[in-house]
């Protein structure tokens, strides 16, 4: 009788922890607390460190050229894009806003890079240590705006080059995105606490890319009481393509003495240099182009001069072969200069738009 009388006792005890609640609170708490602990982690981003530990790379810091950090801007092309687009732009702002990348979406295929750039992450040896001025080894499309005196002097003095940007900055476009950067009249000193001489010439470098294409748009304005004469001009190194230059042909541009466009020109070559002066621009065009195009690729490039003031285009063949220069100057014949007078801009604006070959297809060839 007793034995029956004490199981029964057992039984209640365990039927009163359970219907008391104590037993779901319990279980409850511990899910709250697990749920809480998952939530915090990832709300600091680290949700994959509850089972990893990550140690932070030696070259964390990425190299600055010229002292200022690189401005890299991404553009998402549409998913249901069929045609090539810019989608990647890298800039420089303290080595003159020079180029360092173009990237290209291809429909079904990998994004491409255009340019001949040193990667970011390999360029500490061409930087010089104390200052990060770059070394003739790194590799970019340089802007270069050399201004003189009207008279006296055939020296000029280079602005842009190497020098870095008192102001630079990420711009939104409707379409796209970019960057651009200020030089002044009087620059600061560099990250070598020396100061370049003042020029005199107030200086606004934008490059974005968007639905149209990629634009490079310069002024350079006469801030001071005197005339000045200019050279303005970007040589862009277009990457040749694995097939080598046999694969790339161009279109020169119309030209006063050439009324119809020439035939396309292989570059298959090295050691090619030719120079198209006194490009013809009319109401019935956007600007004079020369086109570049890529058959191991299926696609063209055309570079377009929107503003008058680029007055030649130059593309030059290495011996060595390593790249496609194609440069976009105001520079005249027998290297005639633009005189800016006080208070005047000269404007500089180039465009490069892609589209696809008639062989195009979502495939490499």
């Known amino acids: 009788m007793s ?35 998952v939530w915090v982690a990832h709300l600091h981003g680290r949700l994959h460190k509850l089972s990893t530990v990550e140690v932070p790379p030696d070259n964390a810091v990425l190299p600055r050229p010229g002292g200022q ?82 008279t006296g002097a055939s020296e000029g003095q280079e602005i842009l080059g190497t020098q870095p940007a008192q102001d630079a900055r990420n711009d939104m476009t409707p379409g796209g995105a970019g960057a651009s950067g200020d030089f002044a009249a009087a ?28 634009d490079l748009s310069i002024t350079a304005k006469n801030a001071s009481g005197e005339a000045k004469s200019m050279v303005l001009s970007w040589t862009a190194q277009f990457a040749i393509p694995a097939k080598g230059l046999s694969s790339l042909h161009i279109t020169p541009p119309e030209t006063a003495e050439i009324a119809d466009k020439a035939s396309e020109i292989s570059l298959a070559t090295p050691n090619f240099h030719r120079t198209w002066q006194g490009l013809k621009y009319s109401y019935l065009s956007a600007g ?8 191991a690729d299926a696609y ?18 290495p011996q060595d072969g390593n790249a496609v220069s194609v440069t976009f100057s105001t520079e005249g014949p027998d290297g005639a200069r633009t005189v800016v007078g006080p208070g005047e801009t000269l404007q500089w604006h180039l465009r490069i738009q892609v589209a696809p070959n008639n062989s195009y297809s979502p495939t490499s060839n």
């Open 187 to 214: 620059p600061a000193p560099g990250p070598d606490g020396i100061a370049p001489p003042p020029s005199g010439v107030q200086t606004k470098v934008s490059a974005t890319i968007s639905d149209r294409g990629y």
């Open 288 to 295: 004079p182009e020369l086109r570049l195009h890529n058959l």
């Open 3 to 37: 034995s029956s009388y004490g199981g029964e006792r057992k039984r209640k005890k365990r039927f009163s922890l359970a219907s008391s609640g104590l037993l779901t609170a319990l279980i409850l708490a511990v899910v709250l607390g697990v749920l809480g602990i």
């Open 300 to 317: 063209t490039l055309r570079l377009m001069a929107l503003t008058p003031s680029i007055r030649n285009f130059r593309v030059d063949v």
């Open 69 to 150: 950090d690189v401005i890299e801007v991404h553009r998402i092309s549409p998913a249901s894009g069929v045609t090539p687009q810019f989608v990647g732009l890298t800039v420089m702002p303290g080595v003159g806003m020079g180029i360092l990348q173009l990237s290209l979406d291809l429909p079904g295929r990998d994004p491409q890079d255009l340019l001949v750039g040193t990667p970011i992450t390999s360029m500490g040896p061409m930087l010089q240590p104390n200052t990060g001025a770059p070394k003739a080894s790194l590799k970019y499309s340089p802007i270069s705006l050399k201004v003189f005196p009207v």
